[in-house]
């Protein structure tokens, strides 16, 4: 165990529950909750409007390094640069920019550090796709959620309408199957 508690690992693909189990498992044992797609997502929007061309690994990995990406209120607020762009980062163009974003290893090698120092006392809890192999393979404790494609499209269809986006539910399924394929298939942590 480290200095301050348990690290624990949630993994598993886009939809299957990781936030919410996450989030309800950091709030009962009084854990910080980091959601590592969120910062992927923040990075994502931050070069959608800078003009940061999303297949530009030495661009990305740049913007990456000059941004401060923070997770507040118990990993429910993420701070861009100082603004919060919880709402922003949730829409289906940021999803699917995201995905883009993740597949380079310089923007790789950046988030892992920043999420392993998150990590690095203990007393997390961290989800995304590949926290308990690449991040913090040495976690303490590890889970791998998982549902249907159609259980998972219809899980972010009913967590975008509730945001207020206008999407139907074939478009977020193919959504869903084009991120699956986009990050079982990159080259660094598939």
């Known amino acids: 165990m480290r200095n301050q508690g348990l690290v624990v690992a949630i993994d598993g693909p886009s939809g299957a529950g990781k936030s919410t189990a996450g989030r309800a498992l950091a709030e009962r044992l009084g854990y910080t909750y980091i959601d590592t797609g969120a910062m992927y997502r923040a990075l994502a929007l931050k070069a959608m409007r800078s003009g940061v061309s999303l297949d530009s690994e030495?661009?990305?990995?740049?913007?990456?390094?000059?941004?401060?990406?923070?997770?507040?209120?118990?990993?429910?607020?993420?701070?861009?640069?100082?603004?919060?762009?919880?709402?922003?980062?949730?829409?289906?163009?940021?999803?699917?920019?995201?995905?883009?974003?993740?597949?380079?290893?310089?923007?790789?090698t950046e988030m892992v550090a920043?999420?392993?120092?998150?990590?690095?006392?203990?007393?997390?809890?961290?989800?995304?796709?590949?926290?308990?192999?690449?991040?913090?393979?040495?976690?303490?404790?590890?889970?791998?959620?998982?549902?249907?494609?159609?259980?998972?499209?219809?899980?972010?269809?009913?967590?975008?309408?509730?945001?207020?986006a206008e999407v139907t539910l074939d478009a977020v399924e193919e959504d869903v199957r084009e991120r699956d394929y986009t990050d079982t298939h990159r080259a660094e942590s598939p």
């Not at 990995?61 to 997770?71: M, P």
């Not at 392993?116 to 959620?145: H, M, N, Q, S, W």
């Not at 998982?146 to 269809?157: F, G, I, L, Q």
Request: hydrophobic share 30%.
């Open 58 to 108: 030495e661009g990305l990995a740049t913007l990456c390094r000059a941004s401060s990406i923070e997770l507040t209120d118990g990993g429910r607020k993420v701070i861009l640069d100082g603004e919060d762009v919880t709402s922003a980062i949730r829409s289906p163009e940021t999803s699917r920019a995201s995905s883009l974003v993740s597949v380079h290893p310089g923007v790789r």
């Open 114 to 164: 920043r999420q392993r120092e998150l990590g690095r006392e203990g007393k997390v809890v961290l989800d995304g796709r590949d926290i308990g192999t690449a991040v913090c393979p040495d976690a303490e404790v590890k889970f791998y959620l998982d549902a249907t494609t159609p259980e998972r499209a219809r899980r972010r269809h009913d967590e975008l309408r509730a945001a207020g």
